[in-house]
């Protein structure tokens, strides 16, 4: 599995961005996560989808982002409004799978958001 994410940018305060995560798979039914590093901290979950459809956020974006997926195109959006410096920060989507061969992981490659206020 491959993930290529995009839709990051400069956006000011109170603006809004759609980021996408685009999975290179035959068959994609990862559970998958939106994560953030912001320069000096740690990398922090912000959100996550199960393949069908269950939903999870920290508490610092509830109500603001949106996480969603569709599975015929196997690609995972981050709906992110009423943005905030504090959201600066490169975001990475990873997917996760657990079969009879373990727990697995793969990382995009991340996506810069910049929040001017």
């Known amino acids: 599995v491959h993930l290529v994410e995009s839709g990051g940018g400069l956006v000011q305060a109170g603006g809004s961005l759609r980021l996408s995560c685009t999975a290179s798979?035959?068959?994609?039914?990862?559970?998958v996560g939106w994560y953030r590093q912001a320069p000096g901290k740690q990398r922090e979950l912000v959100s996550r989808i199960t393949y069908g459809g269950s939903t999870t956020y920290a508490d610092s974006v509830k109500g603001r982002f949106t996480i969603s997926r569709d599975n015929a195109r196997n690609t995972m959006y981050l709906r992110m409004n009423t943005l905030k410096p504090e959201d600066t920060a490169v975001y990475y989507c990873k997917a996760e799978s657990t079969s009879s061969r373990g727990y697995a992981e793969v990382w995009g490659q991340g996506t810069l958001v910049t929040v001017s206020s």
């Open positions: 798979a035959t068959t994609f039914k990862h559970t």
